[in-house]
């Protein structure tokens, strides 16, 4: 899954960047709200992890700005004042969860999991989806004989994805832009390869090839 970071504080933003990436997820960052707007208008992303003291442009004018344009991309607000109105401010621009700092990462992680899995209708600690369970803290799968299987960061980062879209047509383009950074080569047969590999690990027919159009997970596969 792919996440915008919205900081001004480089070393806050390096570390957290460093630990989301770590725990699976493809990130981009901006440091100033123009910026930000620009991105989260452009780019497919998940989530937004969205600083209200932004240089340029609050981070609380660009939530607005957002929702006012239709664009109810997934928001959680960070502010370093804790205060009860900015609470009430960022829920009444359409924030869909609130974290003052300082925090701990692993609270935000857990709430970056909740709000995907909330926005694709899916509670719980894991993602289920046919006879897969996927388990995000340890980026494993589990199949329905209970055999556990390891992925490599970027073949969970694309399970999730599948799993999140079941019996959906995706494209190679959909693939990349919520699997990897806004840096990543576009036309590279990445995708292709891990795909190949997600065959061989779990099975050839979960996930099929639909020839010009992309890739579908089969998520109802006795």
């Not at 997934?74 to 900015?86: C, F, M, Q, S, Y």
């Not at 795909?195 to 998520?219: C, F, N, P, S």
């Amino acid at each position: 899954m792919r996440l915008l970071l919205v900081e001004d504080d480089k070393l806050i933003a390096a570390t957290l960047k460093k630990e989301l990436e770590r725990h699976g997820f493809a990130v981009d960052c901006a440091d100033n709200g123009v910026d930000a707007e620009f991105m989260g208008n452009e780019e497919p992303y998940d989530t937004v992890i969205l600083d209200l003291g932004l240089p340029q442009r609050t981070g609380l004018e660009v939530l607005k700005n957002w929702r006012n344009q239709g664009n109810q991309l997934p928001v959680i607000v960070l502010t370093g004042r804790d205060a009860w109105h900015e609470r009430v401010d960022g829920f009444k621009a359409g924030a869909d969860d609130y974290l003052g700092k300082p925090f701990h990462h692993e609270e935000l992680l857990m709430r970056i999991q909740a709000l995907i899995k909330r926005s694709h209708n899916m509670p719980g600690q894991t993602i289920q989806s046919g006879t897969l369970d996927l388990n995000e803290s340890r980026q494993e799968v589990t199949l329905a004989d209970g055999q556990i299987i390891p992925l490599t960061g970027t073949e969970f980062r694309l399970l999730r994805y599948f799993m999140l879209n079941p019996g959906k047509i995706l494209t190679k383009t959909q693939l990349t832009e919520h699997v990897y950074e806004q840096s990543f080569d576009r036309d590279s047969n990445l995708i292709e390869v891990y795909v190949r590999h997600l065959r061989e690990k779990l099975g050839q027919d979960l996930i099929k090839t639909r020839r010009g159009q992309g890739y579908i997970y089969m998520a109802d596969l006795p």
